[in-house]
């Protein structure tokens, strides 16, 4: 069984004896070994609390305390460190909420264009590695390797290693790899081990891997499909492996058929950094119906953060707003507005995504709420304002613009932006 440090890349065959394995090179216990380590191919890379790590690197005073990014008037938490989310602090709560369960936590408003900074550095060292990448937020990116073991003269683990070292070194962020034969057992694997990850799922232990697990762990079942599951009896992917691919799709259309073949392990879509797309959006069903316009509001902004965070991982913009709400009863209510000029700025979503919201009749309440960007373009042609009756817009806009390309020349710490500019 082949085994890698990732401290200091040192490849090597481990004892068979048991106990703690550790490198023999570093003495370090950071070591993955696996049968197909060398074998596998297809990666998925997510950062570690990567708008918190980002705020920690850059202020050290910050490393051991509990670090909540979000608040503000939206009230809601944006992402968390992980002293915070050991505390139960999660994506998505009140703001009121989390500093119950973490009064100490320091709360930092998001500086988004620090954090695509960044992003735009890992994308570059990615691209060293693969032209195969495929980006799904400002913190995360599927990458295929196939074939590049010559070029580099080492198998694609090991220059996965190497990436989240690299990450690590110069820029002052962690990262979490999955690596597998396919995306969707990438995806997962990235998650099994966090902070500082490096997990693999195999071709031969796909099967065992997968039995007993739950199926709330596939990428895009969310509360409401979770609950269309569990109604059908349906909680494990042993579970899925008893139903007739033909009764899936009945029950569940296309994604009763897509939830057959990951119910095997099988996942045909390739990784395509020319993917088309026709609209970004993300949405969250809530645990309980809501009537609170704070609390919506407060998701309002985080669900525009979250579009205009894959936006600008593309480098896409987009000219039409959608504003989705489902009543506590399931009706489905769409609102859309198309811009004057396109836009990737989360605040030109969320003013025009509150005001569609404003414009929906009744109270409520909601169970689930949703933001997305359509007519998408690429990020040159994107103007400097949306069609918003908002006289200081177009002047937040020019400004985070015009710091894109001072710190774009003079390097990152050449501006920094004032409270009045947010």
């Known amino acids: 069984m082949p085994a890698l440090c990732k401290s200091c890349l040192t490849q ?28 596998l191919s ?45 505390r139960g602090v999660r994506s998505a709560m009140p703001m009121f909420q989390a500093l119950k369960l973490c009064p100490d936590a320091v709360v930092i408003k998001p500086r988004m264009q620090v954090y695509v900074e960044v992003s735009r550095q890992i994308r570059t060292m990615m691209e060293e590695l693969t032209p195969a990448i495929q980006p799904l937020s400002l913190d995360e990116a599927f990458m295929d390797l196939s074939g590049t073991a010559r070029l580099h003269g080492a198998p694609p683990a090991v220059m996965l290693a190497r990436l989240v070292k690299r990450m690590q070194e110069e820029l002052g962020v962690t990262g979490s790899i ?56 349906i909680r494990t992917f042993t579970d899925l492996l008893r139903w007739d691919r033909d009764d899936l799709f009945k029950r569940f ?43 919506l509001d407060g998701h309002i902004w985080r669900l525009s953060e979250k579009v205009a965070d894959r936006a600008k991982a593309r480098d896409l913009a987009g000219r039409v707003v959608t504003l989705k709400l489902k009543t506590d009863d399931f009706k489905t209510i769409s609102r859309r507005h198309t811009l004057r000029d396109a836009t990737q700025l989360a605040d030109v979503l969320y003013h025009e995504a509150r005001a569609l919201f404003d414009a929906v009749p009744g109270p409520g309440p909601y169970r689930l709420i949703g933001v997305g960007l359509s007519n998408l373009v690429p990020e040159s042609q994107a103007g400097l304002a949306g069609d918003l009756l908002d006289p200081e817009a177009a002047t937040r806009s020019k400004a985070e613009r015009a710091t894109d390309a001072i710190r774009e020349r003079f390097g990152k710490d050449a501006i920094k932006k004032g409270r009045a500019l947010r």
């Not at 051991?64 to 939206?74: C, H, N, S």
Request: glycine fraction near 10%.
């Open 12 to 39: 090597f065959d481990p004892p068979k004896s048991g106990g703690i394995l550790r490198c023999p090179s570093c003495g370090l216990p950071r070591v993955v070994a696996h049968d197909e380590l060398f074998d």
């Open 42 to 86: 297809i990666a998925h890379m997510d950062c570690d609390a990567f708008y918190a790590s980002v705020e920690k690197r850059d202020n050290p005073e910050l490393a051991d305390k509990p670090v909540i990014i979000g608040g503000g008037r939206r009230g809601v938490v944006s992402t968390a460190c992980y002293v915070a989310r050991i």
């Open 178 to 233: 999955g690596l597998s034969h396919n995306k969707f057992l990438a995806k997962v694997a990235s998650d099994l081990e966090k902070p500082r990850g490096f997990s693999v799922i195999g071709k031969a232990e796909t099967a065992d891997f997968l039995h007993d697990k739950p199926v709330r762990m596939i990428w895009g079942v969310g509360a409401a499909t979770q609950g269309a599951l569990d109604r059908a009896g």
């Open 253 to 295: 259309g296309q994604m009763g058929d897509r939830l057959y073949h990951l119910a095997r392990g099988q996942d045909r879509r390739s990784v395509n950094a020319r993917e088309p797309i026709k609209s970004i959006s993300n949405e969250t069903t809530f645990f309980e119906d809501t009537s609170n316009r704070d609390i």
